[in-house]
């Protein structure tokens, strides 16, 4: 299964490493990857494949949720599908 | 990104949901429970309770994991099940309000937050079940926590059954004697529609499957949003910006009914394109009137302006999804949306002016509050003109009113939750009684000669 995952947070140093390791160590690959400033605001979306992922997926949100909290990072998980049905014809 | 999806289109979904309320508003299950008649009541509830927790027991858990999975909220899981004065028609017993329990009971079991369908049809006449089911609904609605009612009284194609208008006028009153909750909860309706997953007034129709998924999707809050960029544009633009959001509010309405439909192995019936407002500031239909130009909701200009936000939503919407039904349109609960009440207590939004917005939109006069003293017959005289509306109009239009027990106008009534609350509008004086104690029907009108 396909997923995004977005992350938010006011921009610190190290941010795209946590997340990545905290997928790396979930066996979570990235597929595609992309970062902007929204004025001090750090966003980051990425397109991962959960196909290795030995955590079922609510296991896996509500990890992402509460490591991002420590760290005060906003970290969200959904489906692909749904911004394709959004978004696409 | 390389990918397909660019991230400003990721992160104007992440806005409308974590800023606009975009929201599935229902995923609700129709269940027929015609197979579950039998002449002992007893057998009959337990045959009821039974069935819906048989079908519906994984409903809930399914919607949790499918909003935690594409990250968006479903607010409610709902059931709508057949009209039970039909169900119950062979029952020889006339209190139907242990019907009422038993749904109230697998509700309960299997934890949805409302089921929806004791109900009657009596568009052109009573059964003798469709009596007994009316004369119980004030005790269902006051004993039960999750029971919806609805009874439609009229139709394009049957006319108005003015002895059914006047009867569902003394239930109201009865009813909101005993508990103004349960008016809450009970909705009389002009052209019915099967496929509703919409409370108060859901029922499975019996044109409908054994088993069916229904969605409803919402989001006053985007549209909103999407209107606000549009500011000085003229009307074409405007129509243009709410069919392009209301495509994007149904088509991940028809993701999520696709997806509980393959996952519960029940066929998918219908997504309702609505826009279903909520008490929270910023996902109110009164605010989307409001900032197509309009001072305050309720002035003129309103009924125009719901007009085109009524059509360019179904425009919109019918695009996105293989199969749309249900009430469709906007939606206008005075107590369900922050900018009515406001409009209402600040002078500007009458009911007649509400009367004259439901000839353009989706339902009726719904969850306004009355003054508490307000005769049966003025219920019923209400219900009729909504009826007529309905009926001429070839649409759904239906009534939920709640006479506020021991309040009047200019006080305020709390439901809580998404019920929300309401402030007590004024009526008109002048007594309807000789008109609705004359019964019988008003006949349906005439489809041709239109001028």
């Excluded at chain 2, 606009?20 to 229902?26: G, K, P, S």
């Excluded at chain 2, 406001?342 to 306004?368: F, N, P, Q, R």
């Excluded at chain 2, 939920?400 to 709390?414: N, S, Y």
């Amino acid at each position: 299964m396909k997923a995004i995952v977005s992350v938010f947070a006011k921009d610190c140093k190290g941010i795209t490493a946590y997340v990545t390791t905290l997928l790396a160590k979930n066996e979570i690959n990235i597929l595609d990857i992309s970062q902007t400033l929204m004025q001090e605001y750090f966003a980051m979306i990425m397109l991962v494949d959960l196909t290795d992922c030995p955590l079922p997926f609510d296991q896996l949100a509500r990890q992402l949720k509460e490591k991002g909290a420590e760290r005060t990072l906003d970290i969200h998980i959904q489906r692909q599908d749904i911004f394709e049905a959004m978004h696409r014809i | 990104m390389s990918y397909l999806i660019n991230s400003s289109e990721i992160l104007q979904t992440i806005e409308m949901i974590d800023q606009q309320h975009l929201d599935v508003r229902t995923i609700t299950m129709g269940i027929s429970l015609l197979d579950c008649a039998d002449r002992d009541i007893k057998v009959c509830c337990q045959r009821v309770y039974d069935k819906i927790c048989a079908l519906a027991h994984r409903l809930v858990d399914t919607g949790c994991a499918i909003e935690q999975e594409f990250g968006i909220p479903i607010v409610n899981k709902r059931i709508a099940v057949s009209p039970i004065s039909m169900v119950a028609a062979a029952c020889d017993s006339e209190d139907y309000v242990p019907l009422a329990r038993a749904l109230d009971r697998a509700a309960q079991a299997v934890g949805v937050n409302f089921i929806g369908g004791f109900s009657a049809l009596t568009h052109k006449g009573f059964t003798r079940s469709d009596r007994l089911l009316i004369q119980s609904i004030p005790q269902a609605l006051t004993e039960t926590e999750l029971v919806c009612s609805s009874v439609n009284v009229a139709s394009t194609r049957a006319g108005i059954n003015m002895d059914a208008v006047a009867r569902m006028g003394q239930i109201i009153r009865q009813t909101a004697d005993i508990s103004p909750m349960g008016c809450a909860k009970l909705v009389v309706f002009a052209n019915a529609v099967e496929d509703n997953p919409f409370m108060a007034g859901a029922f499975h129709g019996v044109g409908e499957p054994e088993c069916v998924i229904n969605v409803g999707v919402s989001g006053p809050g985007v549209v909103a949003h999407a209107l606000k960029a549009c500011k000085g544009q003229p009307f074409d633009v405007v129509a243009e910006t709410v069919k392009k959001t209301a495509f994007k509010i149904t088509r991940m309405g028809q993701l999520v009914a696709q997806e509980a439909s393959r996952r519960l192995h029940v066929p998918f019936g219908v997504v309702d394109l609505s826009l279903a407002p909520t008490p929270a500031i910023g996902d109110s239909v009164a605010e989307i009137l409001e900032i197509m130009g309009l001072e305050k909701c309720g002035g003129h200009g309103t009924t125009a302006a719901l007009a085109l936000l009524n059509d360019a939503v179904k425009k919109g919407g019918s695009m996105a999804s293989s199969h749309v039904g249900g009430l469709s349109g906007a939606f206008i609960p005075v107590s369900e949306d922050a900018g009515m009440i406001s409009a209402v207590e600040s002078g500007a939004l009458s009911i007649d002016k509400l009367e004259a917005m439901t000839c353009v939109c989706s339902v009726g006069l719904d969850m306004i509050a009355v003054p508490g003293d307000t005769s049966a017959e003025i219920i019923a005289a209400i219900i009729a003109d909504e009826a007529a509306i309905g009926v001429v109009n070839n649409k759904t239009t239906a009534v939920r009113l709640i006479p506020a027990k021991g309040k009047t106008v200019g006080d305020r009534i709390d439901f809580g939750g998404l019920l929300g609350s309401a402030p007590v509008m004024p009526l008109h004086g002048g007594s309807p009684a000789e008109f609705i104690a004359r019964g019988g029907r008003i006949p349906a009108p005439l489809h041709s000669l239109k001028n």
